[in-house]
């Protein structure tokens, strides 16, 4: 497993597509750089209150984190989809598992393979976002740790959904399976926050069902939630529970994942790691 490990790093490193998001992160770190200074310089300019700074900054950054999470996961897609479908179609798998290797091996070392280099990239341009923003801005998020963690294991996520889906469909269609999965498992989010507003008005309305049956086939989302919580001030967190329809907004989040979510979160991988084995088993090369 280790083995197989070790080659998937160094084939993920060879494919341009990566080195593509990586310049791609990179350039857009750059532009965001430049936006937060120019921000910053006006906004000090006007004499405005500096706790309004630490706002907006906080709000550009959830907003940042959120277009770099579909990029990630799109990533993940990417490279989690032609992991199997690509070697059962080439016949790569069948010279390969012609040897004293077990199909389970092979999977979980293309797996960690791949999760490696996705942990090295996410983390790597999310720490460098938050980072640079907060040298310009001189906003330092609550936690810096949590962010990158929650929206790498967002990643880890899809990867094992793609993986999974790549030992019986054709590469594009594992890809875009796992990539509108993910949109759509924050989309219920979403759809549960407004129904939080409608339920002000009417308490017969309840969408919660829709987002716990969400995070319940795809745990993004609330793993998302944690991303928020773990960039916004504390004076927000604080200023919102002044405020009734505050968790009706999609990029707020009052609470972190519970312990209970994030075992469930760990406990999914499994499963669908586990479903993959199975698949693969019985996939006739």
Known sequence: MITIARLTIGEA?????????????????????????????????????EVGLQFGISQLLIFIAFQFSFVLAMTAAFLGAPAIAADLESGVALALLARPIRRSSYLLGRYLGLSVVLIAYGGGASALAIIVVARISGYTPPSVILPV?????????????????STRLPTIAAGAISVVAFGLAWMAGAIERVGI???????????????????ALLPTDGLWHGVIFGLEPDVVIQAAKTQPLAEANPFFAG???????????????????????????????
């Open 13 to 49: 490193a060879r494919r341009r597509i990566l080195w593509v998001f990586v310049l791609l992160a990179v350039l857009a770190v750059g532009i965001t750089a430049w936006g937060v200074d120019r921000l910053v310089a006006a906004y000090r300019s006007s004499g405005s209150a």
């Open 255 to 285: 609470s972190p994942p519970s312990p209970l979510f994030l075992a469930w979160a760990v406990a999914w991988v499994v499963i669908v790691l586990g479903l993959a084995i199975l698949s693969l088993r019985r996939r006739e090369l």
């Open 197 to 215: 507003a409608f339920a002000a008005q009417d308490p017969s309305v309840n969408l919660e069902i829709v987002g716990n049956v969400g995070r």
């Open 149 to 165: 963690a929650y929206i790498v294991a967002e990643g880890v996520i899809v990867l094992a959904l793609s993986l999974l889906l």
